[in-house]
């Protein structure tokens, strides 16, 4: 019995990249050698596992964009959140130095949260969730998903 043989051509393209043109976004942060990652704020403990992981990759030079993203109900004016902004600003710095992170936090009002979050990011920017292990799916979970199908990179670490 003889076998189908098939040739398979391949091709390759072998130019010379110009690291530079790669990212043109944030062209100091490629020169510095920056990664941005972004942490939304989810539970207290579950926003600690995900700093903890951003700070382990020290060699990375990992900055850290910490959002809490406040929820305002419609009979609210989004002018006039019910949420105390001091508050969360103290809880979100607080977090940030106990990780020893470099970075920044930002809290954001918005009347949905997917929505409110795809505000703070840019395109393909890098999203690391923390996520309690369940069998069923998680918010975290639910929320990675959605990321994905919008072009982001995400980092789900279920503990």
Not at 7 to 36: A, F, Q
Not at 92 to 116: H, I, K, M, P
Request: glycine letters at 4%; charged letters at 30%.
């Amino acid at each position: 019995m003889k076998g189908n043989q098939q040739e398979i051509e391949l091709k390759v393209d072998i130019r010379p990249v110009n690291y530079g043109e790669l990212d043109r976004r944030r062209p100091s942060d490629t020169r510095t050698g920056v990664l941005w990652a972004v942490i939304p704020y989810t539970a207290p403990e579950l926003t600690r596992a995900a700093l903890r992981h951003a700070g382990v990759c020290t060699d990375l030079n990992v900055h850290v964009l910490l959002v809490d993203i406040q929820v305002v109900p419609f009979q609210c004016p989004s002018d006039l959140p019910p949420i105390n902004k001091e508050f969360s600003e103290q809880r979100l710095r607080d977090l940030l130095d106990q990780s020893r992170l470099a970075g920044r936090t930002e809290v954001l009002y918005a009347r949905d949260w997917f929505e409110g979050l795809r505000r703070v990011l840019e395109s393909e920017s890098l999203v690391i969730l923390a996520a309690k292990k369940h069998w069923w799916r998680t918010h975290e979970d639910k929320l990675a998903c959605r990321l994905l199908k919008a072009g982001h990179h995400v980092m789900l670490l279920h503990i």
